[in-house]
């Protein structure tokens, strides 16, 4: 017997990575669901896909993409015997290049969606109680109310905001306003130097800014491995970024249709003028308003949802997935693991995730990647391992192609040469992680790596390489 019109098995409230493959996963297992949204485009139509396709990896990947060439001809194709006279930059064109990408993904979920049965609501979900969500429609109309036996919760997370930097996103921006400028600001500063920061910065700096980013922290990219961010700090100053750490931002104001931002570093205070100002100092789970009170959904001081091991919340049938819990990072595929996760859940399977061997990315160029244990974490416990190091100047394919920045880094249990961590920094590295996460699912050791054959010449021979470096004997390193 087929369920009511607004009855469903499972209701995803949210449709960015966590929530659409959540509802995908549910309705490749026969369970009746729905997916509930709020996000809008540009031009203030529906777009699934959350923070991960319209303001997040995807913007930035688009935008650095276009930004490389740009750099590239102005910087590098000289050298291989190619002239370019007086290149421009059209960057409306470039933003709209990166909105057209938006919008074919963003369409690819909802055809998917179709294709499977997913009834797709545009508007403000809120939890009722444990089998009821409100609906408010974002284009108008009458509020609904649909039941499920089963709610996951998947709403992401937002900038977060500073007393410091009051955003106005016409002079102080937030991360998503700093993918749509239509202008190059001549100074830009950035609050923030880790992966949001980084990747906008990499952006901007390309397309010809000045970029100061102010990091609050003593030490850059504390959670990678500190050999790879003295060598990601090194390689990005070169590039021309000014990081400036241990800088505290104490105020900002306008003045003359410029921002004058007073910070303190341990020099003193200083004072700097810029043409706009990027907030990028982290990220908080998007729950405000997310349950009604008589829902009893349990949430800490920091607006993260109460969940146990299996994403369940404190209100009985109701998850909470992606940026709205603390189990893991706030990652895009720690979501989409989630999401699948928690569908299997329901449907009365259970595949555990393996929360110790989850890759991380910054989208820089060079890009950096790590999964698993960092030295100074394993110095901290006074384990016992072993390193071994590979840089891309010794790689044949990185000379070829002028990329020779960076290094990989192997970490491994001195009794059993389990691996235990791999960092890289380099060309590709976001998709070279991929081959260490694998390794270390299957508990390989640096020997098995070592005894895998990698096509030659390709940029993933490092990982071999570093592999053989841990009995000191890599085949190229001079």
Known sequence: MSKPESTYDVIIIGAGPA????????????????????WKNTNGQPSPGGTYINAGCISSMALLESAKIYHLIQHGLSNHGIKVDNPSLDI???????DKKIATLSAQIKNIFAENKITYYHGLGKLLNASQVQVTPLSGGKTLTL????????????????????????????????????????????IGSGIIGLELAGIWNRLGSEVILLEAQEFFLPAVDQQIALEAFKIFSSQGLDLRLCARVMSSKKSNNKIIVEYQDQEGNHTLKLDKLIVASGRKPNSDNIAAPEAE??????????????????????????????????????GLEEGVFVAEQIAKRHNPINYDIMPSVIYTDPEIAWVGQTEQALKAIGA??????????????AEAIDKTEGMVKIITHAENDIILG??????????????AVLAMEFSASAEDLARTIHAHPTISEILHEAALAIDNRSLHLP
């Not at 409306?92 to 990166?98: E, H, L, V």
């Not at 016992?384 to 394919?397: E, H, M, S």
């Open 384 to 397: 016992n391992y072993n390193v071994g190091v590979f840089p891309l100047k010794a790689n044949g394919r």
């Open 297 to 334: 959904l349990l949430l800490d001081e920091h607006g993260y949802i109460h969940v146990d091991e299996n994403c369940s919340t404190t209100v009985p049938g109701v998850y909470a997935i992606g940026d709205l819990t603390l189990l893991g990072p706030m990652l895009a595929h720690k």
């Open 92 to 98: 409306s064109q470039m933003i709209a290049r990166k």
């Open 422 to 435: 791999v960092h890289f920094i380099g060309v590709n590295a976001s998709e070279l992680i991929a081959e």
């Open 19 to 38: 929530g659409y493959v959540a509802a995908i996963r549910a309705a490749q297992l026969g369970l009746k669901t729905a997916c509930v949204d709020n």
């Open 147 to 190: 039941n499920g036996e089963n709610v996951i919760l998947a709403t992401g997370s937002t900038p977060i905001e500073l007393p410091c930097a009051p955003i106005d996103n016409e002079l102080i921006i937030d991360s998503t306003t700093a993918l749509n400028m239509q202008t190059i600001p001549k100074r830009l500063g950035i």
